[in-house]
């Protein structure tokens, strides 16, 4: 039987895999050995290959097929291919999302040493050893590794011991821990809800769950879960942010136990991620929480996956493959028979259209949970706010922060923006110091021990703060603008008093940190919470009464056709952070008062700027009305290679008669050396097939566009 496998050699040329002879009754997804230019590599089966009539080469023979099952199911390897198909990238560039890095036999049953007392009354010398017979006396044998965490002794003690015969080690292949069935505890659910979960359950349609701020929609992913898990399958619950894990974690183990429960996000270290991959491949989980790439993780019959908050453009992975979890997820539950469920208060267009067409199910839950009223909002307009050197903290903004200090509630104060300033100004020549990677503005940090540091936020390039202008020489530099470290100051020096915790990616670079802002805002040791987006999604905080964007023009502006749909979603999703159980309000300051996306966010209305936008991009030509494919070229003569393949294109285009509009320019945050092409239209992807982009990055509905 011949075999195409996908080998983990990185070799070019090979990522479409290589054919084997091998036996018959193997599955596709087993994880094989086979010989690759002299040396034997991983490799993963996936299809039966042809038989040709005449072979150019010599078959060579898969060596060996490792582990008692295959590393990936049908459904998971039939993802894999329609994700090199539909992303145009080689099937082993899809693979990489789907298993750790090589070497696979990590992902195999692993060996542990393991100690057992032998001679208990046998005399020791010095404490340490007496340590290692008392622990072993009470447990009898023990992983060596715990046995050392828990005494604190050296190999050598134990080596020691085991030379005297007293203890003995023994090699004990891992095997699938005997964890009970998860005893599910539903949660009780509002009549709104069990109409809304009852519906869920009757259709097998993909689910948009629609529901406002505060509905209560993880009460109808609990109860989901709960079905799919007594039925005897598997869940994901994906969310847009590893730190949201820690958000939501604690109550799915209260839900099925927490042995039952796994958390999957990129920040693992190597030998977790492994030993947790192992916990799922082998059945010992019920319930995955993460990130995108949770996604992919090794569970064996799926029944349910869950995208939260499925507008967030963090769904998209911005390396190859450039894949969508969304569309990604659609897929893997199509072949596996599985529920895929949606839920937002402010959907992306691409599933409001799909569920205004019917593609997808439509369910409502248009209230808030047990009835709580939406919070009051207020539009303060900064160009007639007299903020003074508060800036941007405006006279009505801090009488409500004073007043939620009296009352002794909390605060949630939106600012997109990290750092001490926006820019570094000359006052003479009334240029912004720019970053030379990227051309824009650097961003001004104050870093430990008070020192001032430029920051390129789109490529990480740091500089210490010049002496002199860079353009003209003068030394009459100035902080423009604000960041969430100067609001910081400001906020401290108003309310000296206020127990103020800063949320950005400065301060939270590990889930840990996140579980500790949370509990300290819940035990009430945090009167005012100012931070970037990561205190507007999802955040159940029941005493935070006030909720304020201290600047809700940022990112407006933008060239960008989704620069209005990313504003309104953040301002809606910030009023949900006030008001939870008790009335509150919601401040939007903004220069620009009168926007749409501020008058609909503010009026609490998702479904008109929905059906508004949606109609906007049907007139324009562009998602989801079109699709987008962007081709991003970088490195030498860029412009020239840009302008080149762009009217190749278009050429390719016209002579097949395909109704496409192709433009290529320099990305805005590219400084120059990184260049788009954009091809719009209703198939794109056919110019595709009859053109040459290997000199291109392949960018299949793409998010970023500028």
């Known amino acids: 039987m011949r075999w195409t496998v996908l080998t983990a050699s990185k070799s070019s040329g090979i990522g479409e895999g290589l054919t084997y002879e091998g ?42 097929v490792l582990g008692n099952r295959p590393l990936l199911t049908e459904p998971q390897m039939k993802t894999l291919e329609w994700m090199a198909s539909y992303y145009r990238c080689s099937l082993r560039q899809a693979l990489q999302a789907w298993l750790p890095s090589p070497p696979w036999t990590t992902l195999l049953p692993q060996k542990t040493l393991h100690v057992t007392l032998l001679k208990p009354e046998e005399p020791v010398r010095g404490t340490r050893q007496r340590d290692v017979l008392d622990l072993l006396s009470s447990k009898g044998s023990m992983p060596l590794a715990v ?46 809800q069990v109409l809304v979960h009852a519906e869920m359950r009757g259709d097998r349609r993909p689910t948009l769950l629609f529901g406002v701020t505060g509905s209560g929609k993880t009460e109808v992913y609990a109860a989901l879960i709960a079905d799919c898990v007594r039925e005897g399958k598997q869940a994901i ?72 908050e499925e507008h967030e453009w963090t769904y998209k992975n911005e390396q190859t493959p450039r894949y969508h979890a969304r569309e990604t997820a659609e897929t893997l539950c199509r072949h596996a028979g599985a529920k895929l469920v949606l839920g937002s ?25 047990l009835s709580q009223p939406f919070p009051a909002v207020r539009i303060v307009d900064l160009a007639q706010a007299q903020c003074g050197s508060l800036y941007p903290l405006s006279p009505s903004l801090l009488a409500a922060i004073e007043e939620r200090l009296q009352k002794k509630e909390q605060s949630i104060l939106f600012l997109n923006h990290r750092g001490i300033a926006s820019a570094l100004l000359c006052l003479d020549c009334r240029r912004r110091v720019v970053s030379p990677d990227s051309r824009l503005p650097f961003t001004v940090h104050r870093i430990p021990g008070n020192e001032l540091r430029l920051v390129d936020h789109t490529t990480g390039l740091t500089l210490p703060v010049p002496t002199a202008c860079p353009a003209c020489g003068s030394v009459r530099l100035h902080c423009i603008g604000a960041g969430t470290q100067k609001v910081e100051t400001l906020l401290k020096q108003r309310f000296p008093e206020a127990r103020l915790l800063r949320a950005d990616s400065d301060t939270l670079q590990h889930p ?27 955040l159940d905080l029941p005493q935070v009464t006030l909720a304020a964007v201290l600047l809700a023009d940022i990112g407006l502006s933008l060239p ?65 009305a079109a699709k987008l494919i962007r081709l991003l070229l970088r490195g030498s003569n860029v412009q020239q290679r840009a302008t080149v393949l762009a009217s190749n294109l278009k050429q390719t285009a016209e002579s097949q008669h395909l109704p496409l509009t192709i433009s290529s320019a320099a990305t805005i945050f590219g400084g120059g050396k990184l260049w788009h092409i954009l091809i719009r239209g209703a198939q794109p992807e056919a110019l595709l097939q009859q053109a040459d982009v290997q000199d291109a990055v392949v960018d299949v509905d793409p998010i970023e566009c500028v």
Not at 34 to 46: A, C, E, N, T
Not at 277 to 283: A, E, L, M, T
Not at 296 to 308: A, S, Y
Not at 583 to 601: C, N
């Open 147 to 192: 046995l050392q965490e828990e005494t604190g002794v050296s190999r050598a003690v134990i080596n020691g011991l085991t030379k005297r015969g007293i203890i003995e080690m023994t090699e004990i292949a891992e095997s699938a821990q005997e964890i009970p069935p998860p005893v599910v505890s539903p949660p009780a659910l509002t009549p709104a």
């Open 237 to 308: 619950l994906l969310v847009p942010e590893i730190l949201l894990t820690e958000h939501c974690i604690h109550r799915f183990q209260r839900l099925l136990g927490e042995e039952h429960v796994a958390v999957w996000h990129s920040r693992l270290t190597g030998a977790r991620r492994r030993a947790t991959w192992r916990r799922i491949h082998n059945g010992e989980v019920s319930l995955v929480i993460g990130s995108r790439s949770a996604l992919f993780t090794p569970l064996q019959n799926l029944g349910l996956v869950i995208l939260d």
């Open 512 to 538: 840990e940190q996140m579980r500790q802002l949370l509990a300290s805002m819940r035990e009430r040791r945090a009167d005012i919470l100012l931070g970037t987006q990561s205190v507007v999604k999802g």
């Open 23 to 64: 036996d018959a009754d193997v599955s596709p997804g087993s994880y094989v050995r086979i010989p690759l230019r002299r040396r034997m590599v991983d490799g993963i089966l996936l299809a039966r290959a042809q038989q040709q009539e005449k072979e150019a080469f010599a078959i060579l023979k898969i060596e060996s």
């Open 345 to 369: 208060a402010t959907p992306s267009l691409e599933t409001w259209a799909r569920a205004k067409e019917g593609r997808y199910h439509l369910v409502r839950l248009p209230e808030r949970y």
């Open 560 to 624: 960008h056709f989704r620069a209005g749909e990313r504003i309104f979603q953040l301002l809606s999703q910030l009023t949900g952070r006030s008001g939870r159980s008790k009335p509150g309000e919601v401040i939007i300051q903004t220069y620009r008062p009168d926007a749409p996306e501020v008058l609909l966010a503010a009026g609490h209305n998702a479904e008109k700027f929905l059906d508004d936008e949606l109609a906007l991009r049907i007139h324009a030509g562009y998602p989801p």
